[in-house]
């Protein structure tokens, strides 16, 4: 199965139909919610630096493979 299979099958994300009124939120649950969502952004940061290092040592030993 190649790899564009695999995303074609893959379910479509929901769209999103409703935007919470953040207006009427109160300030305490607002700093909260950001608060949170910015140590998930934060840890989603690492992740993806990992992924990075993860895929430019895989090229490299992917081109070391290649030249032998």
Do not use: G
């Not at 909260?32 to 998930?40: G, I, K």
């Amino acid at each position: 199965m190649s790899m564009l299979s695999t995303l074609k099958n893959a379910p479509s994300p929901k769209p999103l139909t409703e935007v919470p009124d953040f207006a009427s939120w109160q300030h305490k649950t607002l700093a909260q919610v950001a608060t949170e969502m910015f140590l998930q952004i934060k840890e989603h940061e690492y992740e993806i630096q990992n992924l990075r290092q993860d895929l430019k040592t895989a090229i490299n030993a992917y081109r070391e493979v290649l030249t032998k």
